[in-house]
């Protein structure tokens, strides 16, 4: 059974930094590519951004509200992705979704349960 | 950077009913859209990728068309645990858009 478990939220000040978690099972995680998406409390989805698979050079992508301040990483030797997040802003504040990119669907498709990120003084 | 416009917004409708939520790109994206559903403090689900195959597992009331720039997710039947927000996505290019959603209310 595929899970993605998000950690690491919490409550940070403005110009803070944080880093995110997503802890993955039941498939390949090193073949599959990762996607970080956000929604802030009442709010529609944003995507943040995405880290390919080795074989695909770590390759990243980043949404443009966060590039140059959000880092994408992974660790696949302990099936883990991350997502660094610096110079945080109250409009950073959302829960946060890590997502596997399905090698079939080509989209996320599966999801964490998410973890909130609080910026605020 | 393609963006993605649902319509309508909202929408009240009663089980039993058949609804229709649009999509359209602001350029052409092929087949490579999503549609997902999210009910209130849980992630989105994945139904439909590719414009219109069906993900595994997701009920056959469900469907979506289209191509190019404008697309459509049907429900059939509407049934009671149908109520929701759904998203559209593209994936044809970076930033991968969301729609800003579709909220299906009971009526």
């Known amino acids: 059974e595929v899970q993605l478990v998000e950690s690491g939220g919490g409550l940070v000040q403005p110009g803070g930094s944080l880093k995110l978690s997503c802890a993955a099972s039941g498939f390949t995680f090193s073949g599959s590519a990762m996607h970080w998406v956000r929604q802030a409390s009442g709010k529609g989805l944003e995507w943040v951004g995405r880290i390919r698979s080795k074989a695909n050079s770590y390759a990243t992508a980043y949404a443009a509200s966060v590039k140059g301040r959000f880092t994408i990483s992974r660790d696949d030797s302990k099936n883990t992705a991350y997502l660094q997040m610096n110079s945080l802003k109250t409009e950073d504040t959302a829960v946060y979704y890590c997502?596997?990119?399905?090698?079939?669907?080509?989209?996320?498709?599966?999801w964490g349960q998410g973890t909130l990120v609080t910026v605020s003084s | 950077a393609i963006r993605m416009t649902q319509s309508p917004s909202s929408l009240s409708a009663s089980t039993g009913d058949r609804v229709t939520i649009t999509c359209r790109a602001s350029?052409?994206?092929?087949?490579?859209l999503a549609w997902y559903q999210q009910k209130p403090g849980k992630a989105p689900k994945l139904l439909i990728y590719a414009a219109s195959t069906l993900q595994s597992g997701v009920p056959s009331r469900f469907s979506g068309s289209g191509s190019g720039t404008d697309f459509t997710l049907t429900i059939s039947c509407l049934q009671s645990e149908d109520f929701a927000t759904y998203y559209c996505q593209q994936y044809y290019s970076y930033p991968r858009a969301f729609g800003q959603g579709t909220k299906v209310e009971i009526k």
């Open positions: 997502t596997r990119q399905g090698g079939i669907t080509g989209t996320s498709d599966y």
């Open positions: 350029q052409g994206i092929s087949s490579y």
